[in-house]
C-alpha cells in the first residue's frame, strides 16, 4: 500500500500548528502526540489536517485568535476572510 499522498501545510496551518503546541493535554494522549510531532512540519496529509481543525475546535479556548484585524474578525478555527495583511 502506497504511503498517502502528502501536500504543503497552508499558511493557516502552519499558524494552527504553532498554536496547537502550546495548549495543555492530558497526559500520553494522541492529541498531545499529534502536537508535538506536527509543530514542526512543512508538509501534511488531508487526514491530518482534518485531524488538526478537529483539535484547533476542541482546544479553542486555549488558542489565541489567529487573526487580529477588524476586517474579518476570524477567530480560531476559521481561516481569515482576506488574502493579505490588512
Excluded at 499522498?5 to 500520553?28: G, H, M
Excluded at 488538526?52 to 476542541?58: I, K, N, P
Excluded at 487580529?68 to 476570524?74: F, I, K, L, N
Amino acid at each position: 500500500m502506497p504511503p498517502p499522498p502528502r501536500r504543503p501545510v497552508t499558511e493557516w496551518e502552519a499558524v494552527a500548528l504553532a498554536a496547537l503546541a502550546s495548549c495543555v493535554f492530558v497526559p500520553a494522549t494522541p492529541q498531545k502526540r499529534f502536537a508535538r510531532e506536527m509543530r514542526d512540519a512543512t508538509e501534511i496529509t488531508e487526514k491530518q489536517a482534518e485531524w488538526l481543525r478537529v483539535l484547533v475546535h476542541r482546544y479553542r479556548r486555549q488558542i489565541p485568535r489567529v487573526c487580529q484585524c477588524p476586517t474579518c474578525s476570524a477567530g480560531v478555527g476559521v481561516a481569515p476572510r482576506h488574502s493579505g495583511n490588512p
